[in-house]
Structure formats: C-alpha cells, structure tokens
C-alpha cells in the first residue's frame, strides 16, 4: 500500500487523502519573523522552506514572499494555522479543489482576523446554499442582506489585501513539496 498521505492509493478500511496543490502568499512580513515564517511553513510541509524575500512596495519596511506547495488535502489549513502564531503577518494561503473536495482559500488581515472561503476551480469564492439561507432568514432589510453577502464573500478582506496583491505581481515564486 502506499501512503495515504498523498492520496496515490488506499485499502480496505483505510481512506485515502488525495493530493492537492496550493500556493501560500506572505504579503507583509517584518524581517525580523521572515525565518520563523519558513520554519513553520517547513513544520507543516516536511521539507525546508527557503523563500525568495523581497520588499513589499506598499509596506517598503517590510517583506514579501509566495510559494507554491503540493501535498495532502488540508494543507492549506494547517498553513494557516502555522502562520497564526505571529498576529502581524498579512498572509493568504490556497488550495485547488481535487475531485472529492472544494478548493479553498484562507485569508488573515491584522485585526480583522481570519476569513475561509470555498473556491471554484475558476476561482470564484462559493457560498454555500446554507449559508445563503441563513442569511436570508437573519436578514432584516435589503442593506443587512447585502453587508450579510459582503462578509459571506470576504470582501472586506479582498479591500484591504487587493493592494499587496498587486505589489506583488512579478515576484518570485518559491515551489515547496512536501514529503511522504
């Protein structure tokens, strides 16, 4: 049997995890935390995390980095979880949706916390038909709907992320894989 950790086959009473890819976005980083930030990414995936730094334009005293992974489902999660531990980073992690699960996209803003959204394989951020009822329910006027939908889809997140997103358009990429 192979490891069920990569999802590339199972047996009888054991379930196999498929295998995802899935990039995580270190918009804003003091320099400081920069490598406590790629041990934690290293913890995660298994393997040594050696990012490609550079200066955030729209936070010039402070550094940015992206890297692409590949491995479990949930790693995404569990990145974000990592990164957690320093409440100033402004970071995003993704993974692509597989077969059996939805992508998703984990998104933390100091002081606003942290946003999960399910994403499409287009990339369009997916409310859930609960979700949308409930807020449908709770819902007073048209502008409580709308606010409701708004936080629904993180848009407050993407205002305030949108602007190192850009910074960081042409940067380089590091490519992660994790182990086992």
Known sequence: MTSARTGTSGSA???AVPGTRGVVYVHCCPSAIAPHVEWAIAGVLGVPARLQWSAQPVAPSLLRAEAAWTGPVGTAARLAA?????PMLVFETTEQGTGVTD???????????????AVAANGDVVVGEERLRG??????????????????LGAAWDAELE?????GDGAPISVLHQVG
Do not use: C, I
């Open 135 to 152: 807020l449908a329910a709770r819902a007073r006027t048209a502008d409580e709907f709308r606010h409701g939908l708004a936080e629904l």
């Open 103 to 117: 992508g998703e996209r984990l998104a933390h803003v100091p002081g606003r916390g942290f946003h999960r959204s």
């Open 82 to 86: 990592a990164l957690r531990a320093w």
């Open 13 to 15: 009473g054991h379930r």
């Open 163 to 167: 602007p190192y997103r850009q910074g």
